[in-house]
């Protein structure tokens, strides 16, 4: 099958690689309809996180059609039309049970920290991702959702992270009605948490990035204030003389360590890598928000050190949520909203290109050219229609 490649930092490409099996009874089989790139796998292009291993196939959002399963698969099909949280895992775990399945316990069992996540790396159990026209489903039971009927693919593909992700980071900033939001990052994740904070009874969004026409369409989609950071001596002096020297009541990173705008933190995070990326929207937040407020962190950092001002966090009581989004828990409330029209994350998606093309589309994606927000891959096999035997539908 053709799927993407890591060769190094900065360097992908597609190539052939051989189909993936069924290696456990509870696995199944996806053909790939849908595939995005995500803010998460720019870490990755990067080299900012540790064992990424040439060879590896990114892509932990994607949708697709199963193709086959393993005989102790109970609730999928072949020929359902499924999404796949970007999350592994095995719904029976201490953490499983408390529907936090990005800390599952069992599907990266090598790690402390994170559960498993497709295509992220060895630092997140090495599974071979969807940016690709096949990919291996474990524990298939589990993770994937049949998709309803009047949700289409390309709305499907967003449920897969970015749209729950960025509702749980409004979520973990526990607004309150009137409360002043601030969402450093208009990125797919940032842009939702903006529309999903109004959605929560904010009185007050304001968004900050750099990149202008990202702050164009956020301001439009989120009718949210923004901010370009570029314009702005001292972020959290700025943040404060707009709210009437308080400070806003929640503060919410959908940036992560990628972020620029400090010459000491690039050097320091990105370029040296003496701590897990730049720590600069950290910094941000704890500063920007006022005392006693919240601090919901969604932006991605690797697992060693970074300088973070915690005796800042300390002293003013600030309140700290952080997580990898439980995609499956908002699947039920967040297809209600896009019904309901409260949000249409469709319209996000500003690049549909062939898989072929997945080296140009992560140039493009990770320069912020062409006004590029969020990129559709599309594999060679989308649209066949497999006809699928009787035998198959057991
Ligand atoms: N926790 C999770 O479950 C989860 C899931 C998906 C994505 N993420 C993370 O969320 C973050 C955003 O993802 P995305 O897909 O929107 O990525 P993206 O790369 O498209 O967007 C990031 C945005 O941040 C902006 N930015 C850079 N430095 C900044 C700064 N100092 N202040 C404000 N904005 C700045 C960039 O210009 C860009 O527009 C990433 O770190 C990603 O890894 C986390
Ligand atoms: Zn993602
Ligand atoms: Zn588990």
């Known amino acids: 099958m053709l799927a993407m490649n890591y060769r190094g930092p900065y360097r992908v490409r597609a190539q052939h690689k051989s189909d993936p099996v069924i290696e456990h009874p509870g696995d199944a089989i996806v053909r790939v309809t849908r595939t995005c790139i995500c803010g998460s796998d720019l870490h990755l292009y990067h080299g900012m996180v540790p064992d990424t291993r040439v060879g590896h196939t990114f892509g932990h959002e994607f949708v697709g059609v199963v193709e086959d399963v393993g005989p102790g698969v109970r609730n999928l099909r072949v020929g359902d039309r499924v999404l796949v949280p970007f999350n592994l895992f095995c719904g029976s775990c201490f953490y499983c049970d408390r529907e936090l399945y990005g800390n599952c316990h069992n599907t990266n069992p090598e790690a402390t920290a994170v559960g498993g996540i497709y295509g992220y790396s060895h630092t997140a159990g090495g599974y071979d991702g969807g940016q690709a026209e096949y990919v291996r489903v474990p524990m298939a039971d589990v993770g994937p959702m049949i998709i309803p009927d009047d949700i289409d693919d390309d709305t499907a593909v967003l449920l897969t ?234």
């Open 161 to 394: 992270d970015i749209m729950p992700t960025g509702y749980q980071a409004a979520e973990m900033g526990d607004i309150e009605e009137g409360d002043t939001v601030v969402v450093f990052g208009a990125g797919p994740v940032g842009i939702i948490a903006a529309k999903s904070a109004w959605l929560m009874g904010a009185g007050r969004v304001i968004v900050v990035d750099e990149v202008d026409y990202r702050l164009e369409f956020v301001k439009r989609f989120a009718q949210c204030e923004v901010v370009n950071f570029r314009e702005v001596n001292d972020m959290a002096l700025h943040i404060k003389k707009m709210t009437d020297w308080m400070g806003a009541d929640v503060c919410i990173d959908a940036v992560g360590a990628d972020a620029s705008g400090s010459i000491m933190q690039t050097v320091t995070g990105r370029l040296m890598k003496t701590q897990a990326g730049s720590s600069l929207v950290l910094h941000w937040c704890i500063n920007s928000v006022r005392k006693g407020g919240n601090v919901s962190i969604v932006g991605v950092y690797g697992p060693t050190f970074n300088a973070v001002p915690i005796g800042n966090a300390l002293n003013k009581g600030l309140t700290l949520r952080m997580n990898q989004a439980s995609v499956k828990r908002h699947l039920p409330h967040l297809i209600e909203h896009i019904r309901a029209g409260h949000i249409d994350p469709k319209q996000l998606i500003t690049h549909r290109i062939p898989l072929e093309d997945v080296a140009d589309a992560y140039h493009i994606f990770s320069s912020k050219l062409d006004g590029c927000i969020k990129t559709v891959l599309v594999p060679p096999r989308a649209n066949e229609v497999r006809a699928v035997s009787a035998s198959a539908l057991h």
